[in-house]
């Protein structure tokens, strides 16, 4: 029923000298591009021609013309991770521009925007400093500064801004360290408030980043007089602000047992260390004269006489971390409640 036409040439110069009607030459010439031409003659007795037009492949060019056209580039972002508190924060390490980093920080405050988040921390440490005056342009803030970082804030909502404040306060012990001969240890210090004062007071020291206050006590009676001891109670504390740089101030009385007794002081702060009579330590008339060494004097006293008692550490953990705590309480008190 079927049969090819081998080729189509010979019919089209057949059509310029043979009585073929001009619409169906013209037709023809139309389809002269066709690989191959069938006819097919139908129930009627007529016959029905078809054509299959070749498929050209298209040029590597072609498609990726298509392709450039019909896929949209996604905008880059900086890369975060989400807070506890529907924010985002990004820890910057590769050197960018500022061009650059000001278009994919754009883009990336857009899509944190659409996603709901609220407040934006990023970390950027020293060597990134030149995009600190891009980040501020584009509304960031200050948060705190360490060594090797600057902390700047963002907040994407149009309603009040509840990014917590840094650190509030400075974390101080005082070590009240007194042996069997009810003697205790102090210090005269050769800088700092009262260096040339004659006063005789307490190691004292600030708690390091990550440190306990019972380690920190043990550790700064090392360092200023050599003496080793371990720590016992939390006799008292007392909170000042405006102390250090507008910070607030926590200072921990500790009551400490030596362990050893010769004294080898530190030669950087410390003038002179000695081992004291209490006596003679309360009698000094700056202790007398300030109500809060004077305050703290009576609670060592009390504390020596069996008449007060402190806040020992009790090693505890919780359940929002691996970590342990120490819970400061009075451990005596406790007990004869339970």
């Known amino acids: 029923m079927l049969r090819s036409l081998p080729k189509l040439s010979p019919l089209l110069s057949s059509a310029r000298t043979t009585n073929i009607p001009r619409f169906l030459a013209n037709s023809l010439r139309f389809v002269s591009s066709a690989q191959t031409i069938t006819r097919t003659k139908t129930s009627t007795g007529r016959i029905a021609m078809t054509t299959r037009a070749p498929i050209r492949p298209m040029s590597s060019s072609t498609v990726s013309s298509i392709t450039a056209e019909d896929h949209v580039q996604q905008p880059k972002l900086l890369k975060s991770t989400d807070d506890d508190h529907d924010?985002?924060?990004?820890?910057?390490?590769?050197?960018?521009?500022?061009?650059?980093?000001?278009?994919?920080?754009?883009?990336?405050?857009?899509?944190?925007?659409?996603?709901?988040?609220?407040?934006?921390?990023?970390?950027?440490?020293?060597?990134?400093?030149?995009?600190?005056?891009?980040?501020?342009k584009e509304g960031f803030w200050y948060h705190h500064a360490e060594p090797k970082y600057l902390m700047l804030v963002y907040w994407i909502p149009e309603t009040a801004n509840t990014i917590p404040v840094n650190a509030t306060h400075r974390v101080g012990i005082g070590a009240f360290v007194m042996n069997e001969k009810r003697e205790v240890l102090v210090v005269q210090e050769n800088s700092g408030h009262f260096r040339g004062s004659g006063v005789w007071k307490f190691p004292t020291g600030v708690v390091d980043q990550e440190e306990d206050i019972c380690v920190a006590a043990v550790r700064e009676v090392k360092e200023e007089t050599g003496v080793d001891s371990e720590f016992v109670e939390v006799l008292a504390f007392r909170q000042s602000h405006k102390s250090f740089f507008d910070k607030s101030d926590l200072f921990f009385v500790c009551m400490m047992r030596p362990l050893s007794s010769d004294i080898q002081k530190q030669r950087l702060e410390i003038e002179a260390s000695r081992w004291m009579p209490f006596e003679e330590y309360s009698a000094q008339p700056f202790v007398q004269k300030h109500d809060l060494l004077k305050y703290i004097s009576d609670v060592c006293s009390a504390k020596i006489d069996g008449r007060y008692s402190g806040y020992s550490a009790v090693s505890t953990s919780s359940s929002f971390s691996d970590q342990k705590y120490y819970l400061y309480l009075n451990a005596g008190a406790l007990k004869s409640s339970l």
């Open 87 to 136: 924010g985002v924060i990004v820890e910057m390490d590769q050197p960018m521009d500022a061009a650059t980093f000001v278009l994919i920080l754009r883009s990336s405050i857009s899509h944190w925007k659409q996603l709901g988040k609220k407040g934006v921390w990023i970390k950027l440490p020293i060597h990134l400093a030149s995009l600190v005056e891009p980040l501020v």
